[in-house]
């Protein structure tokens, strides 16, 4: 972000990510700064998933994890 501008998260505060587990592997989804941020978005899409059925996903939340 530049420093003007404000009331944003940068990239670097995105603290949770929402996963999509299937039978291939995790596949990202979003990044949210905060807990129930990422969880209402979990629900929504978990909600999606049940009523247009392609085959096995589920999606979590879990702990962006930094790069060193």
């Known amino acids: 972000m530049n420093?003007?501008?404000g009331g944003g998260v940068g990239l670097n505060e995105l603290r949770y990510e929402?996963?999509?587990v299937t039978l291939f592997g995790k596949l990202a989804a979003g990044r949210f700064p905060t807990l129930e941020q990422a969880e209402q978005r979990v629900r929504e899409l978990n909600e999606w998933a049940e009523r247009h059925p392609r085959g096995y996903a589920r999606y979590v939340?879990?702990?962006v994890q930094e790069r060193e």
């Open 3 to 5: 420093g003007g501008q």
């Open 18 to 20: 929402v996963v999509a």
């Open 61 to 63: 939340v879990r702990p």
